[in-house]
Structures are given as C-alpha cells and as structure tokens.
Nanobody
Framework: QVHLVSSGGGSVQTGGSLRLSCVAS????????MAWFRQAPGKEREGVAA????????HYAESVKGRFTISQDNAKKTVYLQTNNLQPEDTAMYYC?????????????????????WGQGTQVTVSS
C-alpha cells in the first residue's frame, strides 16, 4: 500500500511559479514510478511529468518541457514538481500518483491508467 499526500497548489499570475510536493508513505519508495497528472474542468486527466524513484529517470509531456521540473528527495520520500512560467492553460487540479516498477514502456509513465495510487489533488490556478 502507498499513501500519497500532495500540497503546494495556489493561485498565481501568468509567468508565476509554484512548487508542488507529494509525500509517499510506506517502505517501497525506491521502487515506485511516481507522476503528476492534471485535470481541468471538462477535460481528460493528462500526464504532466513522471519519475522513477529507483534511478531518477524522468519523463515530461511536451506541453511542459522547459517549464516544469520533476525531482525527488529520497530521504523525505517526496517528489516535487517545480512549475515555472505558468500560463492560464496550466490551470487544473494536479494529482500525484504512484505505481510499482520503473522498467516499463515509456508510454506508461504518463498514462493515468497505469497508476493505482492517487493523492487527493491540489489546485493550481493561473490568472492572466
């Protein structure tokens, strides 16, 4: 079992930054595939960024490359999403997710159907 608690959302103006955090419970942190997803009203949930905690390999959606950075602190069992140069289209509920295993197809990393553990979500609102 993995329990995830996310935080760090808020309201910013265009061009602003936020750092989202996701703390994972349990003893399996080093074998987890962890990711951030987002869902705007009326839209499907989409993968934003992912990391394999075992070796730090990362994956990003094209829409956030160069603006968002996913990282981890193994000692704190925490994954971060640094979001820079935020745009109104980044407005969404952001969810942290986890699954076991990193040796999977790269397409799995940003596929919400490949994750079984989810945090409660944190809202990011970007105003123009």
């Amino acid at each position: 079992q993995v329990h995830l608690v996310s935080s760090g959302g808020g309201s910013v103006q265009t061009g602003g930054s936020l750092r989202l955090s996701c703390v994972a419970s349990g003893d399996t942190y080093g074998s987890l595939r962890m990711a951030w997803f987002r869902q705007a009203p009326g839209k499907e949930r989409e993968g934003v960024a992912a990391i394999y905690t075992g070796n730090g390999n990362t994956h990003y959606a094209e829409s956030v490359k160069g603006r968002f950075t996913i990282s981890q602190d193994n000692a704190k069992k925490t994954v971060y999403l640094q979001t820079n140069n935020l745009q109104p289209e980044d407005t969404a509920m952001y969810y942290c997710a986890a699954a076991f295993g990193g040796r999977v197809s790269s397409t799995w990393y940003l596929d919400p159907g490949r994750y079984g553990y989810w945090g409660q979500g944190t809202q990011v609102t970007v105003s123009s």
